[in-house]
C-alpha cells in the first residue's frame, strides 16, 4: 500500500490523498486549496499524477476544500467514478456548480475592471465542467461495501456535515481509514460520528488539533451581539459557509427567537442561493439530523429568503437593524463582499464569523485585526466591531479527535495526522504518540510512504 500526500499535508486545506493498493489507485477527497495565495496557486498547477491513472476518487465530504477540484481532475483526463454517500452527492451539485458561477462572475469581473495581474483572467473551471463532473458521481449509502478491482469501500457516518463520512479501503493489502473531518459531539445539527473497528493504516484531520472548544454555549453570545448592535442602530452580518454553517446558524436564531433572547420581529434574511438550496436538501434528508422534523421544518420560518442579484443590491443598502447571513463563510467570495463592503466602515455594524477562520483568508485577517481588507480590486476600511464565535464550528476539536481515535481496536502499522495548519497537526502528533502508544507521522506536501 502506497500513499501520496496531494493536499492537505502541510495545511488545513486542499485535501487530495492517492492510494495505491492492490492494483488500483484511489483518491480520497479531491479539494480545493484556499487561503494563502501561495497555496491558491497550487490550484492552478497541473496534477501531480496523471489522472486518467486514476481508477476512482472516493470523497469524504462536500466541503470545496474537500471536493471542489473534481472539475479540474475530469477536464485534465480522469474518466473513473467519483463515490461519496446519497448526500454529498446531492450537497456536491450546489456547490460545484455555485463554485464555478462565481469563478466565471470573478473572472469577468476581473477583465471588465482590469483588477487582474493576467492579461485575461480565466475561471479555475465553467460551469459546462462541473456539469461533466458531476456526471460522474455514484451515491454509496453509508455501510453498503462497493467494490473497485480488489478494494472494497465502506462509508462510516462521522457528523460534521450532512453525508460526511469517514472512508475504508479494505484489501488483501490491508485496511486503510481515511476520518475525513470528523463533527462533534455536541453539534448543532449532527449527531455523534460514528467509529471504526478497525485500521492498519489511519488518515487522521487535525483541524483543530491543538485545541478543544469553549465549553460555552455560542447561542448567548450571538443573542448577546445582536442586542447589542442592534440597540445602538447597527446590524449583524454572519459570513457563513452555505452548506453545515448557514443552517446551524438558523437553528440558533429560531431557539432565539423562541426563547425570547432576541426579538420575533427581528427581521433576518438569508443572503446565499446555495445556502438556500442547501437548507432544502438538509430538510429532504432530516433522517440523517439529530433535529426533530418540527425543529427541521422551521428551520426558515420568518426568515426573508434574498434569491436575486437585485434583493440582495437592495438588502446591502438596507437602513435598519437586521441579521444577514450570507456566504462565503471566509469571505473570500459570493455576495457576502458586497455587505462587507456597505458595512465594515460603519462603526454601528458588527461582523460575526461563527467559526474557523483559515489564515490569509479575508475572514482570517478580519478576525486578525485588519483595519482595511481589499475587495474587488480596492481597499475598504473596517470601522465596524469584528467578532469570531468558535462554538458553532462543526469540527471535532483534539479531545474530539482523540476520543474517535481510541475507537479502534487496535494499534495501526502507521497513522499520518493530515488536514491541518503545522501547529495543530504537530500537537495531535504528539498526543497520538504519546497517549496512544501508536506509530505517527505528519506528511510533507506530494510526500509519498509505503504503510
Known amino acids: 500500500m502506497q500513499i501520496t500526500f496531494l493536499g492537505a499535508a502541510d495545511t488545513v486545506t486542499g485535501s487530495r ?111 459546462a465542467e462541473a456539469k461533466r463532473a458531476l456526471s460522474r458521481m455514484t451515491p454509496i449509502p453509508a455501510g453498503r461495501q462497493v467494490r473497485i478491482g480488489k478494494v472494497e469501500i465502506v462509508l462510516t457516518p462521522v457528523g460534521h456535515l450532512l453525508g460526511a463520512c469517514a472512508v475504508t479501503l479494505r484489501s488483501a493489502e490491508g485496511t486503510l481509514v481515511y476520518s475525513g473531518d470528523l463533527g462533534r459531539h455536541d453539534d448543532h445539527l449532527m449527531p455523534p460520528p460514528e467509529t471504526v473497528a478497525h485500521g492498519d493504516v489511519i488518515l487522521i484531520e487535525s483541524t483543530y488539533g491543538d485545541r478543544n472548544h469553549p465549553p460555552d454555549d455560542a447561542d448567548p453570545r450571538l443573542a448577546e451581539i445582536i442586542r447589542a448592535t442592534v440597540g445602538r442602530g447597527g446590524s449583524v452580518l454572519l459570513p457563513s459557509f452555505a452548506v453545515g ?84 463563510g471566509m469571505a473570500t467570495g459570493g455576495r457576502v463582499l458586497h455587505h462587507l463592503k456597505a458595512m465594515a466602515p460603519n462603526p454601528r455594524h458588527h461582523v460575526v464569523f461563527p467559526g474557523f477562520q483559515v489564515p490569509g483568508t479575508r475572514g482570517g485577517k478580519l478576525v486578525g485585526g485588519a483595519k482595511e481588507v481589499k475587495i474587488h480590486g480596492e481597499y475598504v476600511a473596517v470601522n465596524a466591531d469584528v467578532s469570531q464565535i468558535e462554538g458553532f464550528s462543526g469540527h471535532a476539536d483534539a479531545d474530539g479527535l482523540m476520543a474517535w481515535l481510541r475507537g479502534f481496536d487496535s494499534k495501526p502499522r502507521q497513522a499520518f495526522v493530515v488536514h491541518g495548519d503545522p501547529a495543530a497537526a504537530d500537537t495531535l502528533r504528539m498526543r497520538i504518540k504519546d497517549e496512544l502508544g501508536w506509530p505517527v507521522h505528519v506528511p510533507e506536501h506530494l510526500a509519498s510512504y509505503a504503510a
Open 17 to 127: 490523498h492517492l492510494v495505491s493498493i492492490d492494483g488500483q489507485r484511489i483518491l480520497l477527497d479531491c479539494g480545493l486549496f484556499q487561503g494563502y495565495k501561495v497555496l491558491r496557486e497550487r490550484n492552478w498547477a497541473s496534477f501531480p499524477v496523471p489522472p486518467a491513472e486514476i481508477d476512482a476518487v472516493v470523497l469524504s465530504h462536500a466541503h470545496l476544500d474537500h471536493c471542489g477540484y473534481l472539475p479540474s481532475l475530469v477536464k485534465q483526463g480522469f474518466r473513473g467514478a467519483i463515490y461519496a454517500s446519497p448526500a454529498t452527492c446531492d450537497l456536491c451539485e450546489v456547490l460545484l456548480l455555485d463554485s464555478a458561477k462565481l469563478q466565471e462572475e470573478d473572472a469577468r469581473r476581473a477583465n471588465r475592471y482590469h483588477y487582474s495581474s493576467h492579461e485575461k483572467a480565466l475561471p479555475l473551471y465553467t460551469t
Open 245 to 328: 454553517r448557514a443552517q446551524a446558524l438558523l437553528h440558533s436564531l429560531q431557539k432565539l427567537r423562541s426563547a425570547g433572547e432576541i426579538a420575533r420581529e427581528m427581521p433576518i434574511f438569508l443572503d446565499s442561493p446555495m445556502a438556500i438550496e442547501a437548507t432544502a436538501l438538509y430538510q429532504r434528508h432530516r433522517r440523517l439530523l439529530r433535529l426533530t422534523a418540527r425543529e427541521t421544518a422551521a428551520l426558515t420560518d420568518g426568515v426573508t429568503l434574498v434569491t436575486t442579484p437585485q434583493q440582495s443590491q437592495r438588502l446591502s443598502r438596507h437602513h435598519y437593524p437586521c441579521v444577514i447571513i450570507s456566504a462565503s
